[in-house]
């Protein structure tokens, strides 16, 4: 997939019309995705050549001007997001693209503006080992310990 982990806030209120948000700059803190930590993850990919999904491939279909073929997080409209001792194997991956989608039929631009689309994070200098295409096996503990 084009991103490892999406954050973002959908207001479904929106589907039914002007003035029917549910969210806005009061209550947008509460219930936009927040305080996520992300620890000790490898990301990568193991696709040749470089495809975007729209084209059968896993990358992203609009890249940004510094061309990356995948992400490790995309956020758009959640904040205190912390990512820790991350680990990619690869090329062209960006660790984090934060955007909005503030002020369309999603979300509206008081609602997001309200958020501070914040992430930290650091990635280790050492490359994670890569993985063999095809393997789907986890070499790790995972899920709720």
């Not at 929106?14 to 549910?22: A, S, T, Y």
Request: glycine content about 10%; overall charge positive; charged content about 20%.
């Amino acid at each position: 997939m084009p991103n490892a982990f999406v954050f973002t806030t959908l207001d479904c209120g929106r589907r039914e019309g002007p003035g029917k948000e549910l969210l806005n700059a009061t209550n947008m803190a509460k219930y936009a995705p927040h305080d996520i930590d992300i620890n000790d993850c490898i990301f990568g990919h193991v696709e040749m050549p470089l495809r975007p999904s729209k084209e059968g491939g896993y990358g992203v279909n609009y890249p940004t001007n510094r061309g990356e073929y995948t992400r490790f997080i995309h956020l758009k409209d959640a904040y205190d997001i912390r990512y820790r001792n991350i680990c990619f194997f690869g090329k062209r991956i960006m660790p984090v693209y934060v955007d909005s989608i503030g002020g369309s039929r999603h979300l509206s631009k008081e609602a997001a503006e309200s958020i501070n689309h914040s992430v930290t994070g650091n990635v280790l200098d050492k490359p994670a080992p890569p993985v063999r295409p095809g393997v789907t096996a986890i070499p790790f503990a995972c899920g709720p310990q």
